[in-house]
């Protein structure tokens, strides 16, 4: 509505993602797509946890007990409880609300219990089929306002975007679509934030963007077991938060009027009032935290501070050191080497792709952003869209900050149930500052090994 707000909200009680080129179809549109509860794990990208397809033990639907050898993880119960099992609740496991008034948006995704596997090469050509066509539509915009001899324009961002997963599990594949596939896996909350605010190259203008998860546990399982209580967990949970915030500060000869087009629209703090000597550039200063710590019992944490997986080897030590303790073997590290292979292998693949995508759209590209009868009589950009003159690239200063907890790696042989070596890193600190008359680096680490 005009001069009004808008609202968009999407939910999904069964949503999946397949790889494209397993539908085994001579046709680019499927005229018969199976049945969700049928699909193979394999050829799956993104599905609800509720599909019986991940794990062969159980129907969709059905409630166990425990001498059904089979323990989801978000029960938060061991073998041992004497208590009985259902699989997550019928319920939208996707849903996407968008908000807005002028051009301030506000995009919320969240998604519960659901699996995402990741074939690389897939889940990137689904995110170019969703955001080229935006990229394509911005970029004849601003074509048609330099074909008017308009711009370079820096228009006013308004921006948040947040993506919040709840009780998911994310997996990597050790080898292509096959019955035999395994996933190194990792159960996660995750909540993801991010800010876009003012001009963004001009300046005055933020960038904010914050990650919170929780790795509750990390596992090998076969991606048709993904609820098995025989998975042993490789490490202990933990939390990795991690804040980025870059602050444009405008050049002198536009600081004023540049306020004065956002002060009825945003309200900046203090930062903005830094000083920038630059007469023809803006400054940019970028801050970056990034911090991993073991999950530690507290009612403030994405699940309550309780690690809802099964593993025997608890990194909490006794002393007032808290230790992340992870423990693989052999067999561990040559899995992980498949699962590194088979990224590479899809980053090749993506990267074919994308080549021939390009190609193809080099074709198009000249018409479209130069035939403008399709746009010519909407207004243009800068009739509903704040906007100041684009100056010359940001530069940045940087500072950057990381945290790691204590980590102590037990490398063993399962065959024969012995330790082969005992190595814990202790103090993991760097910093890093860049600024463009010094640079600074400092990093520190001590660790101490035991072979058996």
């Not at 993904?226 to 991690?242: E, H, K, M, P, R």
């Not at 536009?254 to 630059?278: D, G, Q």
């Not at 052999?330 to 990224?343: E, G, H, N, R, S």
Request: aromatic letters at 10%.
């Amino acid at each position: 509505h005009r001069g009004g707000g808008n609202g968009i909200e999407v939910s999904a009680l069964n949503f999946a993602l397949t790889t494209a080129d397993k539908l085994k179809s001579d046709s680019l549109y499927v005229k018969k797509l199976p049945d969700i509860q049928t699909i193979p794990p394999e050829i799956l990208v993104f599905a609800p946890k509720s599909l019986s397809t991940f794990n062969s033990k159980f129907s969709f639907g059905k409630t166990f007990s425990k001498t059904d050898d089979v323990l989801p993880e978000d029960t938060g119960l061991s073998a041992d409880d004497s208590t009985t099992i259902e699989i997550p609740s019928l319920r939208p496991h996707i849903r996407y609300t968008q908000q807005g008034i002028g051009n301030l948006r506000r995009c919320v995704v969240e998604i519960t219990d659901s699996v995402a596997i990741a074939h690389l090469a897939s889940v990137l050509a689904t995110i170019s089929y969703f955001f080229s066509p935006i990229k394509y539509i911005s970029e004849k915009n601003l074509a048609m306002l330099e074909h008017v001899n308009k711009g370079p324009f820096d228009f006013k961002a308004s921006l948040d975007v947040e993506v919040h997963l709840r009780d998911c599990i994310i997996c990597l594949p050790n080898c292509s679509a096959t019955e035999e596939a395994n996933g190194l896996c990792a159960a996660i909350n995750l909540k993801y934030t991010q800010a876009w605010r003012g001009f963004l190259f001009s300046g005055p203008g933020k960038i904010t963007m914050s990650i919170e998860s929780e790795i509750k546990h990390i596992f090998v399982a076969p991606l048709q077991e993904l609820y098995n209580n025989q998975i042993q967990a490789l490490i202990d949970g933990f939390t990795v938060s991690f804040l980025t915030e870059n602050f444009i500060l405008p050049c002198e000869r536009f600081r004023h009027r540049n306020m004065e087009l956002l002060s009825p629209w945003i309200h900046f703090s203090e930062w903005v009032s830094k000083p920038n000597k630059k007469l023809d550039a803006s400054n940019g200063i970028q801050l970056i935290n990034l911090i991993v710590s073991p999950i530690i019992q507290s009612d403030d944490s994405l699940s309550g501070g309780k690690n809802l997986f099964t593993n025997d080897y608890a990194g909490f030590e006794s002393g007032d050191t808290v230790r992340l303790k992870m423990r693989i073997s052999l067999k561990d590290i040559t899995f992980f080497i498949a699962v590194m292979d088979q990224l590479k292998a899809n980053l090749v693949r993506t990267a074919i792709f994308r080549d021939a995508v390009k190609r193809t759209l080099d074709q198009y590209r000249e018409q479209y952003l130069t035939e403008f009868g399709d746009i010519r009589h909407l207004p243009m950009l800068t009739h509903y869209l704040v906007h100041t003159d684009l100056v010359a690239k940001v530069e940045y200063d940087r500072e950057i900050h990381a945290d790691l907890c204590d980590l102590e790696l037990i490398l063993r042989n399962n065959t024969y149930n012995l330790n082969i070596l005992r190595l814990n890193i202790h103090d993991i600190r760097a910093s890093y500052t860049e600024a463009s008359d010094m640079l600074n680096m400092a990093a520190g680490l001590t660790f101490s090994g035991r072979a058996y």
